[in-house]
């Protein structure tokens, strides 16, 4: 159990893809995505959801995303937030959205 004031330091927030590029020195299939997080700037990410994304579809889709983690370099690629998803029952990952459009930047909670 973590207590709420671990959850608090979490900074969950939205964000739109404004760019997606194949990713091809990732072990498993993956994008490299660029999202605008507003105020908090744009931050690039890795994100393994090729099974059910193409790259034309992720343009302009907002996303949920922890945005305080430090860099993690993959392969030649520091990814600076970690996209939120779930995986479905064969282990691909479906991204969390908002359900209606929301501000770039806002605190999930």
Known sequence: MISWDDFE????R???IIEVTDFPKARKPAYQLKIDFGAYGIK????QI???YAKESLLGK???AVVNFPPKQIANFFSECLVLGVYDHEGKVIL??????????????
């Open 44 to 47: 690039q990410s890795s994100a």
């Open 96 to 109: 969390l959205q908002p359900g209606l459009p929301v501000g770039n930047g806002q605190r999930i909670g």
């Open 9 to 12: 330091k979490i900074e969950i």
């Open 14 to 16: 939205s964000g739109t």
């Open 50 to 52: 090729t099974d059910h």
């Open 62 to 64: 907002q996303i949920v």
